[in-house]
């Protein structure tokens, strides 16, 4: 997927996801409830798009920074944010303008299943993160496309595209599917902890309209993997023995 791809579709994108149930109703509060206190620390949120989990993190009172490959998402965290507020265009696929260590913990919600390879943009992730900070994020529950694409192979690394409607408007989505397995190794190797696996269940506040009429009173669905990942020091290559 081209860095700008978002351009053409990003407000329609952005206020759909302000009320939608997969991101106000679900990954933001699995996010904020996985970080916990973050009152003091130094957050990145790496592909922020229009920066409702950064502005929910400052309002937490974690001093904030943001970057999204999308030159239009960049500008609603902005405008967002407001000056005070570091938002950069940067690509996770190259090297960040950040310092080494200059991050308590990174966020990066619904980001790395974009991106065929992982082992690059983990590894700066982890550069950016002090000692035994953390990477928090979400990617599509590897289960979900076997279920949909029944004869789609599990273990494969392999793309798919999906279109979705955002705010009336649709847009052409491409993922990489990743066996959980595969996720973890990269992990690992590229010098992370794995803390918390998760498979949370949806915020109890979610306007019953919006979730999927067959769930009945299950309070959880599949949909995205949460992981709490700590960075920890030295050669990322070493972190398997």
């Known amino acids: 997927m081209k860095a700008d791809h978002y351009d053409g579709f990003a407000e329609s994108y952005a206020k759909e996801n302000?009320?939608?149930l997969f991101n106000a109703h679900?990954?933001?509060p699995a996010i904020l409830g996985l970080a916990g206190d973050v009152a003091g620390r130094r957050i990145l949120d790496a592909g922020c798009g229009a920066a409702p989990l950064a502005a929910a993190l400052r309002e937490r009172g974690a001093e904030v920074a943001g970057f999204d490959a999308s030159p239009a998402m960049v500008e609603l965290a902005r405008k967002r944010l407001g000056p005070e507020t570091s938002v950069l265009v940067a690509d996770l696929s190259e090297p960040l303008p950040y310092a080494t260590g200059e991050f308590d913990d990174v966020v990066a919600s619904l980001v790395l299943h974009y991106l065929e390879d992982w082992s690059?943009?983990?590894a700066e992730l982890k550069r950016v993160l002090r000692p035994g900070g953390r990477l928090i994020l979400s990617v599509n529950h590897p289960v979900i496309r076997p279920v949909v694409y029944p004869e789609a192979d599990y273990f494969e690394i392999s793309p798919y595209t999906e279109d979705y409607t955002f705010d009336g408007r649709t847009a052409s989505l491409t993922f990489w599917h990743r066996p959980l397995h595969a996720m973890t190794d990269a992990f690992t190797s590229a010098g992370f902890r794995i803390a918390v696996i998760s498979e949370p269940p949806y915020d109890p506040d979610t306007p019953r309209e919006l979730l999927p009429p067959d769930l009945g009173d299950r309070t959880s669905f599949l949909c995205f993997l949460f992981f709490v990942l700590e960075a920890g020091a030295?050669?990322?290559?070493?972190?398997?023995?």
């Open 120 to 122: 690059g943009p983990l």
């Open 18 to 20: 302000e009320t939608g």
């Open 234 to 241: 030295g050669d990322p290559t070493r972190s398997g023995e």
């Open 26 to 28: 679900y990954a933001l």
